[in-house]
Nanobody
């Protein structure tokens, strides 16, 4: 089993920044892509960003492109999401997840991810 734990959420004003972390434990492996998703109240969970197992390749939702940066440190089994220029519409619970496929292509579908964290709340006020 793999456990994922997010941290770094909080409340900020419009234009502010936050850095989320996702620490993996258990049967960890650096051979899997990792993703960040978010879910706002009353809405479906949506893709935010993904990073390849190597950390070289990234994929972003159009809504966060240019503002968010995903990265990973395989030595620390940790994935990060740097969020800048935050907007009220970024308010949501943010989840990290691990791809089902080892060394596979980057994916944005929730069904492509097997392990999920409990989430961390991000609130952006205007």
């Amino acid at each position: 089993q793999v456990q994922l734990a997010e941290s770094g959420g909080g409340s900020v004003q419009t234009g502010g920044s936050l850095r989320l972390s996702c620490a993996a434990s258990g049967r960890t492996s650096s051979s899997y892509a990792m993703g960040w998703f978010r879910q706002a109240p009353g809405k479906e969970r949506e893709f935010v960003a993904a990073v390849s197992w190597s950390g070289i390749f990234t994929l972003y939702a159009d809504s966060v492109k240019g503002r968010f940066t995903i990265s990973r440190d395989n030595a620390k089994n940790t994935v990060y999401l740097q969020m800048n220029s935050l907007k009220p519409e970024d308010t949501a619970v943010y989840y990290c997840a691990r791809d089902r496929q080892s060394r596979g292509p980057l994916k944005s579908a929730t069904a492509a991810y097997e392990y999920w964290g409990q989430g961390t709340q991000v609130t952006v006020s205007s």
